[in-house]
């Protein structure tokens, strides 16, 4: 049972382009979605979240969209550097719940 | 120490034994949990300890998995007569409160069973 579903699986893109990941949740309890980035060997380390009261937050380089209606939600990196090479997941979590649903992850791969 | 850290950061084992996986969360967080990671997917959820006590364990697989966090910091994940299947990265992750916290992971245990 996948409750949350991500796309692509990976990605190129040149350096100062923009990357776009997108995930699509099922549970409507979820009310909270947080995005990770790993780099290889390493844990995930939070990006940036986002709650479902607001459509869109932005943090630097990076913005998540949130369409409640559709159970849809995705991130943007800008301008796109070669350190952002890594893997993102979408992740989902309900307020009364502790443990966070996760994508599938996305490969990044940065062209210089 | 600055965050999450876990022991051993690789472990290879034979089909048929036990291992123990630990994990120390950042100091002053109650709320502590377990995840797998098998190669090339997402982290799935295993248990969450508030506290000393285990608040959720619906993500163990079976009863060959077993942990404990028995002082309410330090936690050691317990897997008997490991299978193939078990090889995974396991990664702990803690948080400040139980509720809306954010997780910070370790950097995982990578095991391998043969």
């Known amino acids: 049972q996948q409750q949350v579903k991500q796309s692509p699986q990976s990605l190129i893109v040149q350096k100062g382009g923009i990357s776009i990941i997108n995930c699509a949740y099922e549970?409507?309890?979820?009310?909270?979605f947080p995005w990770y980035q790993q780099f290889p060997g390493k844990g995930p380390a939070l990006l940036i979240a986002?709650?479902?009261?607001?459509s869109e937050k932005k943090e630097g380089r990076f913005t998540i969209s949130f369409n409640k209606s559709a159970k849809q939600f995705s991130l943007h990196i800008m301008d796109s550097q070669p350190g952002d090479s890594a893997t993102y997941f979408c992740?989902?979590?309900?307020?009364?719940?502790?443990?966070?649903?996760f994508g599938g992850g996305t490969r990044v791969l940065v062209k210089p | 120490g600055a965050g999450v850290s876990q022991t051993p950061s690789n472990k290879v084992t034979e089909k048929g034994k036990y291992v123990e996986l630990r994990c120390d969360p950042i100091s002053g967080h109650t709320a502590l949990y377990w995840y797998r990671q098998s190669l090339g997917q997402g982290p799935e959820f295993l248990i969450y300890f508030q506290g000393t006590g285990a608040a959720d364990d619906s993500g163990l697989p079976n009863d060959r998995f077993f942990a404990v966090r028995p002082e309410g910091s330090v936690s050691t994940l317990k897997i008997q007569r490991t299978e193939r299947g078990d090889s995974a990265v396991y990664l702990c992750a803690s948080s400040l409160r139980s509720q809306g916290g954010t997780q910070y992971f370790g950097p995982g245990t990578r095991l391998l069973v043969l």
């Open positions: 986002i709650r479902p009261d607001v």
């Open positions: 992740a989902a979590n309900k307020a009364a719940g502790n443990k966070l649903t």
């Open positions: 549970n409507t309890a979820f009310d909270y």
